[in-house]
C-alpha cells in the first residue's frame, strides 16, 4: 500500500494558503497518481481544504483517531513533533489495513454541530435555572426579569435547533424515530456520532464502541467482565437514556431487568445488560434502513 502522510512545514505554524498553494503544484504537492493519505483527526474543520484538494484529485483519504497514534508514540518513546507524527499515522494506517476510506458528509456535520450546540446551550439554560431559583426573596424585579429574558431567549434557540435537527434526521435515518425512547435529539446525536453504519463490521462491533459491551478481564481460571468505560460517550449517553425511558413505559423491559436481577445481578449489572440489548436494536435498526435505500454516507 503506497501511503502519503501530511508533514507541514516547521516553519509554518498552521495549515494556510501558502501550504494548500504547495500542494496545488504539480511539481512538489499531490499529483493525480492515486495515494492513500492518512490523516489525524480528518474531521477537524481546519483541514477542511487539504480535504477538498485531496478529493477533487481522487485520492484516498483515511481518518486515523488520536488514540491510535497515541500508542505509537508510547512505544517509541516521548519525542513528539511533526515528523513522528506523520510516521506514526502512516504505521497505523499500514496495521489496519481494514480502516474504511474517509467519506466526508456535509449532513452529518450539521448534525454534530447542532447536537453539540444544543447541548452547550442545554447545560446553559439549566445553570441559569438554577441561578434564577437560587436568587434571594431580596433580589430586585430587574434582576429577576432579565434572568428570565436570558432564559427565555436560550429555551427559544434550543426549539429552533432541535427543529432543524428533526428536518435532518427525516433526510437521513427517520427509522430512528420509530424506536421507543428515543426522540429528534437522541436520534440526531446517534447520527452525528455513529458514522456510516456499514463500517462496523458486526453489531458486537458496534456495541463496543458504544461502550456498551463488556471487557473481559481474567487470568488463568478467573475470568470476569467488567464495565468498559471505554466507547464513545456520548453514544453511551443515548443508550442509558433510552433504557430508562423504557424502564418507566415497557413492561418487556421490566420483565427482562427483573429475570437479570433473579439470576444475581445488581440493579446497575442489570441496566448495563439492557444497554447492550439495546445497542444491537439500534445496530439493526439502522441496518435495515439500507433496504429502502442507502443511508447518506457519512464520515
Known amino acids: 500500500m503506497d501511503i502519503e502522510a501530511l508533514v507541514p512545514d516547521p516553519t509554518i ?20 497518481e492515486p495515494h492513500c493519505w492518512a490523516i489525524e483527526g480528518a474531521g477537524n474543520r481546519y483541514v477542511a481544504p487539504l480535504l477538498a484538494l485531496l478529493f477533487a484529485r481522487n485520492q ?9 497514534t497515541s500508542q505509537y508514540r508510547a512505544r517509541r518513546g516521548k519525542k513528539k513533533n511533526d515528523l513522528v507524527d506523520a510516521e506514526n499515522v502512516a504505521r497505523v494506517l499500514l496495521a489496519n489495513p481494514e480502516l474504511p476510506p474517509y467519506q466526508p458528509s456535509a449532513q452529518r456535520t450539521q448534525l454534530q454541530e447542532l447536537s453539540r450546540t444544543r447541548d452547550k446551550l ?18 430586585s424585579a430587574s434582576l ?6 436570558v432564559l427565555t431567549s436560550l429555551e427559544a434557540a434550543l426549539k429552533e435547533l432541535e427543529q432543524n435537527m428533526a428536518t435532518l434526521v427525516a433526510q437521513v435515518a427517520p427509522t430512528l424515530l420509530t424506536l421507543q425512547g428515543i426522540g429528534v435529539v437522541l436520534a440526531g446525536t446517534v447520527l452525528a456520532e455513529m458514522g456510516d453504519i456499514k463500517r462496523f463490521e458486526d ?16 487470568s488463568g481460571k478467573n475470568t470476569r467482565w467488567c464495565v468498559n468505560v471505554g466507547g464513545n460517550r456520548q453514544l453511551n449517553r443515548v443508550l442509558h437514556l433510552m433504557a430508562l425511558t423504557r424502564l418507566r413505559c415497557d413492561e418487556r423491559t421490566k420483565t427482562f431487568v427483573a429475570r437479570k436481577e433473579q439470576e444475581g445481578k445488581t440493579k446497575r449489572a442489570a441496566l448495563r445488560a439492557l444497554k447492550t440489548h439495546l445497542a444491537r436494536e439500534l445496530y439493526r435498526t439502522l441496518q435495515a434502513s439500507h433496504v429502502g435505500g442507502p443511508i447518506p454516507a457519512l464520515s
Open 13 to 32: 505554524e498552521t495549515l494556510d494558503v501558502g501550504v494548500l498553494h504547495r500542494l496545488s503544484r504539480p511539481d512538489k504537492g499531490v499529483r493525480d
Open 60 to 68: 484516498s483519504v483515511y481518518h486515523i483517531h488520536p488514540s491510535l
Open 122 to 139: 442545554a447545560q446553559q439554560r439549566k445553570a441559569n435555572q438554577m441561578m434564577l431559583e437560587a436568587l434571594p426573596t431580596t433580589t
Open 144 to 149: 429577576r426579569t432579565a434572568c428570565r429574558a
Open 203 to 218: 453489531v458486537h462491533h458496534f456495541a463496543s464502541y458504544c461502550g456498551a459491551a463488556p471487557v473481559e478481564r481474567g
